[in-house]
């Protein structure tokens, strides 16, 4: 199957990716996974903070400082993390943010938790894993296990998914893959299955897996640039202002 980006701000492909259970991007070093990640992100904007039906929330995980840090005070995000002690409590509290749910499912009786979408995002996770693996995997794992009933979903970025970086109890939770440019078949076998990867360009173009269907390939994978990103955090940073005032307000008063 083949994607073209429509003329409009919002992204067929990425409004697809935000609806898998877990989504991981991997490539090279330049590939483009950071692009794809900030599209993703940005194609998100366009639905409420709130945690109600159709609401988009994100756990931001920015090991590098500096991919993610624009996103921080958008009312979109529940936490941000870029230093080690901060990224561990940000995973424990997605943690409990999803025995929350499913306290709230199993009172409600239901399957799923009819609230928004959370994603924890996280980018470069080859630098998380080599920082703190044993801390953070099996919360990981957990999350990947058991977050897709409670909306909570994750996304990562790495360069190379093999084994001391992802262990398979992780990878197998995710079903939904887009390969980026590698540098030979061998990771392009580590990341789709089969070679193919190591003949894309340098970026803009992608094979994806998505369960259930063949493997896609997807070209033209757009480039949404720090202005139209800025713009459209300003939009909603101000949007929240007043609220965050009035939260300010009733702390002092109580
Ligand atoms: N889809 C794209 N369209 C246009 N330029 C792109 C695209 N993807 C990547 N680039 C270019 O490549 C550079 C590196 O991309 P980046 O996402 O930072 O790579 P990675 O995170 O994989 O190391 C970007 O700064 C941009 O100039
Ligand atoms: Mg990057």
């Known amino acids: 199957m083949k994607w073209t980006t429509p003329a409009g701000k919002y992204n067929f492909w990425h ?22 990640l900030n599209g993703i992100i940005y194609n998100a904007l366009f639905s409420f ?5 159709g609401g988009k929330q994100f756990i931001l995980i920015d090991p590098t400082r500096v ?16 230093e080690p002690v901060e990224m561990f409590q940000a995973l424990q509290y997605a943690m409990a943010l999803t025995e929350e749910r499913y ?7 239901l399957r799923l938790y009819d609230g928004s979408d959370v994603y924890v995002i996280i980018d470069e996770f080859a630098d998380l894993m080599t920082t703190q693996a044993r801390r953070v995997k099996p919360l990981i794992q957990r ?23 992802i262990p398979t109890e992780i990878k ?20 789709i299955g089969v070679k193919g990867c190591e003949l894309l360009p340098q970026y803009g173009e992608a094979y994806y897996i998505k369960p259930g269907a063949a493997l896609c390939h997807s070209r033209n994978i757009p ?4 202005e139209q990103i800025a713009a459209q955090v300003k939009w909603w940073t101000d949007q929240a ?14």
């Open 49 to 53: 903070p709130c945690d109600v039906p």
């Open 172 to 191: 197998v939770n995710f079903d939904s893959i887009v390969g980026l440019h590698t540098a030979n078949a061998q990771q392009s076998r580590n990341i």
């Open 143 to 165: 999350l990947a296990q058991i977050g897709r009933a409670a909306r909570v979903h994750i996304i990562l970025c790495t360069q190379c998914p093999i084994a001391r970086v």
């Open 67 to 82: 991919e993610l840090c624009i996103y921080k005070k958008l009312p979109h995000t529940l936490r941000y993390a870029s």
């Open 241 to 254: 202002k007043p609220f965050q005032f009035l939260r300010r307000m009733f702390k002092k008063t109580v």
């Open 223 to 226: 480039l949404f640039t720090d």
């Open 15 to 36: 409004t697809e990716l935000l609806e898998q259970k877990h989504l991981m991007i991997a490539g090279a070093a330049g590939s483009g996974k950071s692009v794809l």
């Open 103 to 109: 306290k709230a499912m199993q009172r409600k009786r």
